[in-house]
């Protein structure tokens, strides 16, 4: 089961997400830096930005799901999502002003909204009986994207003397070439179905104990799995360097993409419960690290198992999922399945910052590893899951 070829349209979509991860990343650490002392934007205007711009993207991810079993179609969303996403990014470099920035990052998460859904059903649609390899596959190369991203925006802007719209304009390219294979992907529906449910409260009416439970337990987790910037701010002030941080996020990045696929064929093998649960657990462990953490050697293994633990279940709940939910209603499914999780995210991000704030940095990470601890023996005692 484990040793099944990667089909060649799976190949084509994370080449696509291998290509667009790289541009996003070369982006998302530049641009706060670009609005502020650039631009001459407030903090505040960032923190809106960002939080509006990742509600519309978790939103549109639950309706275009929907909306793509609905229709069935899935490439349709997917080349449109992408090709919005890639036109958007260098518009700051040719308009260098704080509304072209927000205009342009708004418009590259309506296309992540539109495209996520459609595309995880549609690398389901592939599966046969390998799930976590496929997922697993998939998001090893979009995360080495997210690797090489921020290591090509350094290089470039140490050897162009920190030209940052120069940086928006490169960043088009890795993009368009993205885009380029979306044109050879083409929808798989496997049901002959003829249509999903038309609401939201028909699907959750319909669907299995087992997935309603899965996606409380992700929604709850989600909200104490705040934004990974929270884990470079604990690394910038325990290193005293913004550049060994991000080196440590790089770092993450580089071996949670070589762990997602093996970790994705072994929940093939083994179950995805099992090592899903794993992963959650080794989360607990390193949010009680940073919690602790008084040291830059630390840091690293701490990064390292951070890696581990994204690779063991990002891609693979995913997967799971997919295994639970026929093909019709894929799309609907990991379409609330992700504008949940990314809500979640997105309010617990705000809590964490209030509560560091307001009780420090070492709170907010003690509270995330115990929720996640007590989420780990629900999910291991709960054995119709």
């Known amino acids: 089961m484990s040793n099944k070829k990667i089909p060649k349209p799976v190949k084509l979509l994370s080449y696509v997400s291998l290509f667009t991860d790289i541009a996003s990343e070369m982006l998302y650490p530049i641009t706060p830096i670009f609005l502020t002392s650039i631009l001459g934007a407030s ?22 799901g929907a909306l793509s079993d609905k229709i069935k179609k899935r490439a349709l969303f997917v080349k449109i999502g992408y090709a919005l996403s890639a036109f958007s990014k260098p518009i700051p470099g040719i308009f260098p002003n704080i509304s072209a920035v927000i205009g342009s990052r708004i418009s590259d998460r309506i296309g992540k909204g539109m495209r996520t859904a459609p595309r995880d059903a549609l690398l389901a649609s592939y599966a046969k009986g390998n799930t976590g390899a496929i997922f697993g596959f998939h998001r090893g190369m979009d995360t080495l994207g997210a690797a090489l991203g921020p290591l090509l925006a350094l290089a470039l802007l140490h050897f162009y003397d920190n030209n940052y719209q120069l940086i928006f304009l490169i960043a088009f390219i890795p993009s368009l070439i993205a885009v380029t294979f979306t044109f050879l992907v083409k929808d798989n529906f496997t049901s002959d179905t003829k249509k999903g449910k038309n609401k939201y409260s028909e699907f959750w009416n ?7 439970v899965l996606l409380v337990l992700i929604t709850v987790f989600s909200l104490v799995n705040s934004s990974d910037v929270f884990l470079i701010l604990k690394s910038k002030s325990i290193s005293g360097s913004s550049t060994l941080a991000i080196l440590g996020y790089v770092f993450f990045n580089i071996v949670y993409a070589g762990f997602s ?40 293994i701490l990064f390292a ?81």
């Open 261 to 300: 696929y093996p970790l994705g064929k072994l929940s093939d093998k083994y179950g995805k419960k099992k090592i899903f649960v794993t992963g959650l657990f080794v989360f607990s462990l390193v949010y009680l690290g940073f919690a602790k953490l008084d040291s830059v050697y630390l840091l690293w």
């Open 206 to 212: 319909s669907a299995s104990s087992d997935f309603k």
């Open 43 to 64: 903090m505040s205007v960032v923190g809106a930005l960002e939080g509006a711009a990742e509600i519309i993207a978790g939103f549109l991810k639950g309706y275009f």
């Open 305 to 385: 198992f951070y890696g581990i633990y994204s690779a063991s279940t990002e891609g693979i709940v995913k997967a799971w999922v997919s295994d639970l939910i026929p093909d019709e209603l894929r799309g609907t499914a990991i379409g609330l399945l992700t504008m949940c999780s990314s809500l979640a995210i997105m309010l617990g991000s705000f809590l964490a910052g209030v509560l560091w704030d307001q009780l420090g940095a070492e709170i907010p990470f003690l509270i995330s590893s115990a929720v996640s601890f007590v989420i780990v023996l629900v999910m291991i005692f709960y054995n119709k899951l």
